[in-house]
């Protein structure tokens, strides 16, 4: 308790001094745009208290408000796909899967909590939307519907799954996990705001290109060779391989939500302007750290 006690005032303290920076820099240069570091902040804020509740109340709390962040994660994701009447009932079932899949987390069924979203609910999510309600439109929506469940449900879902799957050291992996994939996402974008000149999908995000993606790998590489023997049992070799790890599948989940997004909104700018602000902008990377990270751990480590 007074390790994990000493971790939070470290973060808490390197927390305050960030954002003490970032008011002062955007103020300083406000011909930059650091709106996306500033939504980030608030996002880190969020997580640390979620995470200093779970410590003192245990991992069902954790659990719940993960539930309710997948909740209005696929929610914001369901408001960008342009849908029909007979949609509504699809979304109602896809919703209806997020308590199950929490559940299996809670129990500690892990063939369920595996296969679920990914064999179970592919399968029979398509049902509602094919009784009475004709063929037009079906691949689009339960396609899109599917997506969603697999990112913001699926992936999500894993980070609930360390406390449970290793009460010793799940929390303490997850917090390891969570700052290298927020720090990387936040190098990437200020790099790429100072020095980035090659952007790498030009048309979904233009804060995504090769320098910030550089900087972010050997950054988040760096930190967590350093950070590794404090939060978790990983021997030296992973305390490299696991920030490298990040890095690379936070940078597939936010480039992957960013051009999902743009999709889904073409046409629609003033939409996807707004949702710059939303819970995906603000956990696109962690759809893909969180399973990634989780499974390689697993198969790895004998405390999983």
Request: hydrophobic share 50%; net charge positive; proline share 3%.
């Amino acid at each position: 308790m007074d390790r994990s006690l000493h971790t939070f005032i470290l973060i808490f303290a390197a927390l305050s001094v960030i954002h003490l920076l970032y008011i002062v820099v955007s103020r300083l240069q406000k011909d930059k745009d650091y709106t996306g570091i500033g939504f980030r902040i608030k996002t880190w804020w969020g997580m640390l208290f979620i995470f200093c509740l779970a410590t003192v109340s245990g991992a069902v709390v954790s659990l719940l408000s993960l539930m309710v962040l997948s909740f209005f994660a696929l929610k914001e994701y369901f408001s960008m796909i342009r849908t029909r009447k007979a949609d509504r009932r699809l979304f109602l079932w896809a919703y209806l899967s997020i308590p199950l899949q929490f559940y299996w987390v809670y129990i500690e069924w892990y063939g369920m909590f595996i296969v679920f979203i990914p064999v179970y609910v592919f399968l029979l999510l398509p049902l509602p939307r094919l009784i009475n309600k004709g063929t037009l439109g079906f691949l689009r929506s339960v396609s899109a519907t599917q997506w969603g469940l697999m990112l913001m449900v699926f992936g999500l879902s894993h980070l609930a799954y360390f406390q449970f799957a290793t009460p010793q050291y799940g929390a303490g992996l997850v917090l390891f996990l969570v700052v290298l994939t927020q720090l990387n996402d936040a190098i990437h974008y200020l790099a790429s705001i100072y020095f980035g000149k090659h952007k790498i999908v030009t048309t979904s995000n233009p804060y995504l290109t090769w320098e910030g993606f550089a900087c972010a790998f050997v950054v988040t590489t760096a930190v967590s060779y350093l950070i590794y023997p404090y939060l978790t049992p990983l021997n030296p070799s992973f305390g490299y391989l696991s920030g490298m790890l990040i890095s690379l599948s936070g940078f597939f989940g936010s480039l992957t939500v960013s051009v999902l997004k743009r999709d889904l909104l073409i046409g629609d700018d003033d939409k996807f302007a707004a949702l710059k602000k939303s819970y995906l902008s603000r956990i696109d990377s962690l759809t893909y750290t969180a399973p990634v990270f989780f499974h390689v751990i697993r198969y790895f480590f004998d405390f999983m």
